[in-house]
Structures are given as C-alpha cells and as structure tokens.
C-alpha cells in the first residue's frame, strides 16, 4: 500500500468501528497520551519494536483524531511546517531551543 492508501485504510477501519461518528475526541486524546508513553517508554528502553510499534499507533490516534475534530492532518502539518521552516535557534543540551526563548 502506498502511503495514501493506508491513511485512507485507517480511516475506513475508523468508520466501521464507530471511531469517527459516535466516538470521543476526549477517549481519542486520552488514547494519544496513552501511545505517547508508550513510545517514550520505547525510546527509554531503546527498545525498537515498541518504538516502531508505537511511532504506528500515534499515527493510527492522530488520524482518527484529526476525522473527528474535521481537520485535515497534512494541512496541519503544513501550517507546523509553515512556522518552524525558518525558525532560528540552537541546540541546548539536545533538545532545539527556539531563538526567541534564549
């Protein structure tokens, strides 16, 4: 599958599960949370099964997420990407601190 067939996969499998009609954007967020630790914890562990397996269920959340709040996820993208792409900074102990916050 290409990358726009599996979205659009996830969002079929969405709608047949009653994820983006009947479901809670306030369960959704909760269930963002959920894979988020789970990633972390992959990342802690440098455990890359978890870590893959997670990075795909933040993704699946995301897409389900963006259906039922009726936003486009890659328009979002595109505004995030709009405002960082000539953001000024620097790295400070690994971590991108923006300009404005140094």
Known sequence: MNKDE????????????GLTNKASSHA????????????????????????????GDVLVVLIILSKQ??????????????EIKDRKGKMVDGSFV???DL
């Open 6 to 17: 599996l979205i659009n996969a996830v969002e079929d499998w969405a709608v047949n599960k």
């Open 28 to 55: 959704q967020l909760c269930k963002l949370l959920e894979e988020s630790g789970e990633l972390a914890a992959g990342v802690l562990k440098q455990n890359e099964a978890l870590i893959e397996d997670s990075l």
């Open 69 to 82: 709040l009726g936003k486009d996820l890659f328009e979002c993208l595109e505004l995030a990407y709009g």
């Open 98 to 100: 923006k300009e404005v």
